[in-house]
């Protein structure tokens, strides 16, 4: 069976943890592959609503096993609340698997990201603070430390020690910060592979089992295609690859197993943090899309900045991701605008292209080129069709899919789970 992958096609926060759990009713894994616990998924089941920052969405339901995948970095504390917080409420966590080669987040992660941020001043990329960039650097410079270290103390402290080496001559020399204590940490960290420990497992090996077994595997990535480290607003971006390619490297699943890719748009464009954001409404429109659509941060809380959709992004993310569908969430939110305006193309110094700009400064220059579109009044919330919806918010849907490149395959038209209108199947 193939592996289907589900990502952001904006800046993240487009929905994706509501299509992962519509999804999730007809998957057997539900596999998040990157980033760690500075993103977030909000899923509503009925009247119960679930933030979700490391976890699975696949949690949610009683037939799919959730699975923390090599890419994501992972902060143990965060992981156990979590878990504790779902299991509270009547959520079986047992099911949930975590790879061994994942890396972990530690106290010096934390601790370096804020100071550094900080340190930039204006400069700021916009972090959460949480240590999952430092993480990632750390990974890539072979000095990090693994969940599969969590089962050997010996080696963990070995590898702690070595890191707090270094990491305490930053923090108190340069940064005149409190120097981290080896013991403390070790403590710390030895309580959280006794809960931890029955969790890990060879993921990479449990779903190539799976597939072979004609299980359907669902790789859920966080943040957005336009975060990415590689192919995003580079430097405002994430440290890990949220895009098609990191799925298969943040799972250890082969590319050719992925057979459908689904990126998730909103109906309108947000972003959070710094960073180039040519169709951004900072005025009473932009507040007003911001209320409707509820747009704070499930992890932060920090509002996002809001602004009308931006066809150029959503052609850039078909392409850069090989998207074979579209998932267009938050519609309902449009609602009451009289007219809509739609980015088909950016004029950059004079010159219209469209499609993503080459540079960073050329992005920074970009401004919208905008086609009007007619809006609707009507509440849209209960439309059970596509035929249901008013013919502007059909003309808008079909504009957006003719402008981005690949069809819309399932549209929200609200937060909860029954709230989605499928226009073709999914798997």
């Known amino acids: 069976m193939p592996a289907l992958v589900l990502i952001g096609a904006q800046w993240g926060d487009e929905g994706k943890g509501k299509a992962t759990d519509l999804l999730g009713g007809e998957v057997d894994y539900v596999v998040r592959y990157q980033g760690g616990n500075n993103a977030g ?33 992972i902060d143990p504390a965060v992981l156990l609340e979590e878990m504790d917080g779902l299991a509270a409420r009547g959520v079986d966590t047992s099911r949930l698997l975590i790879s061994a080669d994942a890396h972990l987040i530690m106290p010096h992660h934390r601790a370096l990201d804020r100071v550094s941020e900080r340190y930039l001043g204006k400069a700021r990329i916009g972090t959460t603070g949480r240590g999952i960039g430092p993480a990632y650097g750390d990974k890539v410079a072979r000095t990090g430390i693994r969940v599969q270290d969590l089962l050997d103390p010996g080696i963990f402290r070995q590898k702690l020690e070595l890191a707090l080496r270094d990491k305490n001559q ?48 669902l790789l859920e ?39 459908r890719v689904i990126g998730i748009l909103k109906a309108y464009t947000t972003r959070v943090g710094s960073g180039p954001f040519p169709t951004e409404l900072d005025n009473k429109v932009g507040e007003d899309l911001r209320a409707a659509g509820g747009e704070f941060g499930v992890t932060t809380g920090r509002a996002r900045r809001t602004g009308w959709f931006d066809a150029v992004i959503a052609r850039y993310a078909v392409r850069v ?30 010159r219209r292209t469209d499609e993503m700009p080459m540079t960073q400064t050329e992005f920074h220059h970009a401004v919208p080129v905008y086609e009007e579109m007619p809006g609707w009044s009507e509440d849209i919330s209960g439309a059970s069709t ?9 003309n808008y849907v079909r504009a957006i899919a003719d402008l981005s490149g690949a069809p819309i395959s399932a549209i929200g038209v609200g937060p909860g789970r029954t709230q989605t209108l499928a226009l073709r199947p999914l798997i």
Do not use: W
């Open 170 to 217: 930053v923090l108190t020399k340069v940064y005149n910060r409190r120097a981290l204590d080896v013991e403390e940490t070790v403590d710390a960290y030895a309580g959280y592979a006794e809960r931890l420990g029955p969790y890990i497992a060879d993921t990479g090996l449990v779903l190539n089992r799976a597939l072979a077994d004609n299980k359907v595997v």
């Open 221 to 259: 990535g966080s943040q957005g295609t336009l975060l990415d480290v590689d192919h995003g607003t580079y430097p405002f971006v994430t440290s890990s690859n949220p895009t098609a390619g990191g799925a298969a490297t943040g799972s250890g699943i082969g590319p050719t197993k992925i057979t």
């Open 41 to 73: 998924h909000t899923v509503v089941i009925g009247s119960e609503s679930y933030a979700l920052h490391l976890i699975p969405s696949g949690m949610l339901r009683a037939d799919c096993i959730p699975v923390i995948g090599n890419g994501v970095v």
């Open 386 to 394: 596509f035929d249901d919806l008013p013919l502007a918010a059909r």
């Open 321 to 350: 991701n090989g998207l074979t569908d579209l998932f267009l969430t938050k519609l309902d939110v449009l609602s009451g605008f009289d007219r809509i305006p739609l980015c088909v193309a950016y004029d950059v110094d004079g």
